[in-house]
């Protein structure tokens, strides 16, 4: 297992990283946070079909799981999908001692940590990534869902008990998925370390990289992250270097 530590004041927790973790959730959780009521896992439509079955399994029926699935893509992190799920959580009474599982990329972990942030007031979540992208959204707590005048303007900084990273997960995903996710290790080497950007330079196929690797690369890649919101949760300062990028990347998007 690669483990990095994730130390913000509000919070500390692990990003978990292993091949099959899915399989685990249930046992995971009972090591990462206290005893829980119930469960709601969250997910869309493409990610459903191939892991919610294992998730679900894991709890091996020790309490009540839930399940939501949002339809895919960015559309999704919006105030009608914020209510369905909502009224999900509330249909389920779910109480403070539940605990929500974003189990998909960066759409469901903003949404569901969203929900998670503002259902009575705030419960607990853990994120299971499964993009590349995610391992970048999944960590650091910003939670959002988009406004029609502009994206991410609604959320809040809630962190996850624990990010438990199936890298299995990753080998179903699209090749524009590998390369939308693969720039954003990139920009965690663009700024700030030079020889893990060289490295990343020699890997020539990505959706090809043995497990080994990935896992490796997902580890550095996050530890980079994990340094920057460890000294500025709240992007007061040095955090703001994780939007390198962003603001022409979002204005290209919106063209
Ligand atoms: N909170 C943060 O700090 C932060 C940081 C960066 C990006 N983001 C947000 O992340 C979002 C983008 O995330 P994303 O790129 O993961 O997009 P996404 O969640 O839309 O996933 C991309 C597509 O891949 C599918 N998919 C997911 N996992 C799969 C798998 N294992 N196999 C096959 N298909 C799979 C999804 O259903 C979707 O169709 C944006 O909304 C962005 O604002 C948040």
């Not at 939501?68 to 403070?96: C, H, P």
């Not at 189990?103 to 259902?119: Q, R």
Request: with cysteine.
């Amino acid at each position: 297992m690669n483990r990095v530590q994730v130390a913000t004041k509000s919070k500390v927790y692990d990003v978990c990283i292993k091949a099959g973790l899915r399989h685990l959730i249930g046992d995971a959780v009972k090591k990462v946070t206290e005893p829980v009521s119930s469960v709601l896992v969250i997910t869309d439509t493409d990610v459903a079909p191939l892991y919610l079955d294992d998730v679900v399994l894991s709890f091996k029926n020790e309490y009540p799981v839930y399940t939501e699935v949002i339809q895919s893509g960015e559309a999704s992190k919006s105030f009608s999908v914020y209510e369905q799920v909502m009224t999900k959580a509330l249909e389920s009474s779910l109480d403070r001692k539940s605990l929500i599982i974003a189990l998909g990329g960066g759409v469901v972990g903003d949404l569901a940590g969203f929900v998670a942030a503002t259902y009575m007031r705030g419960i607990r979540f853990i994120q299971v990534p499964t993009t590349l992208l995610a391992h970048d959204s999944s960590v650091g707590g910003k939670v959002a869902i988009n406004h029609p005048l502009g994206k991410n303007m609604v959320g809040s900084f809630h962190q996850p008990e624990s990010v438990l990273y199936d890298t299995e997960m990753l080998y179903s995903l699209p090749v524009k998925e590998w390369r939308s996710g693969f720039a954003e290790v990139m920009k965690h080497g663009f700024i700030r370390d030079l020889s893990f950007l060289n490295w990343l330079q020699e890997i020539k196929v990505i959706e090809e990289m043995p497990i080994e690797q990935l896992n490796t690369l997902l580890e550095k890649s996050i530890s980079i992250k994990a340094e920057i919101v460890t000294v500025d949760e709240k992007e007061s300062g040095i955090r703001a270097h994780l939007n390198f990028g962003h603001t022409l990347g979002h204005a290209i998007e919106s063209d």
